[in-house]
Every structure is written in C-alpha cells, then in structure tokens.
C-alpha cells in the first residue's frame, strides 16, 4: 500500500504525492537484500564484499534519506497551504 498525500494536499500532482509511499518499498525491495547480506553468517566482517556491501548500504541510505525528507517536506508545505 502506497501512502497517497492527496488525502491531505488534494491539488497536488500524481508524481509528488506518490513519494511519501515511495520510502517504504525502496526500503523493502532495495535496502533490504542487501541489509540480509551484511547480516549474513558466512560473510566476513573484514572481507572485500563486506566493504563493498556497506559502502553500497551507505549510497542507498542517503536515497532513502533524501526521499523522506522531500516527501516531509511537501506534507508540511501541503499542510501550510490547506
């Protein structure tokens, strides 16, 4: 289910008032493989994969930031104008 903030700004345009849901199957579909693999027994905290796998988490990380913070961002603006 994909959080719609049409519910609070409904002249908003399909685009924008979809990031608010777009966080959570980011998460899920992307961050999270590769959370399951930093996590994994057989992985070697030392290893180059490792490396590898947390500097990926990290980029990742950040996009997931970023589209939080917009997807706030438009709900206070939304918010302010209603």
Same mark, same amino acid.
């Given at each position: 289910?994909?959080?719609? /903030?049409? =519910?609070?700004?409904?002249g908003? #345009?399909? !685009?924008r008032?979809?990031?608010? &849901?777009?966080?959570v199957?980011f +998460?899920?579909? =992307? =961050? /999270? !493989?590769?959370?399951?693999?930093? /996590? ?7 290893s #180059?994969e490792? &490396?590898d %796998?947390l500097?990926?988490? &990290?980029?990742?990380?950040?996009v997931r +930031? #970023?589209? &939080? +913070? %917009? ?5 206070v603006?939304?918010i302010? #104008?209603v």
């Open positions: 289910m994909i959080f719609d /903030l049409s =519910i609070v700004c409904p908003l #345009v399909p !685009p008032r979809h990031l608010a &849901g777009a966080v199957p +998460t899920v579909l =992307i =961050i /999270l !493989p590769a959370n399951r693999r930093l /996590l994994a027994a057989d992985l070697a905290f030392d #180059v490792a &490396g %796998l500097r990926r988490w &990290g980029r990742l990380h950040a +930031t #970023v589209l &939080g +913070t %917009l997807a706030f961002a438009i709900l603006f939304c302010a #104008v």
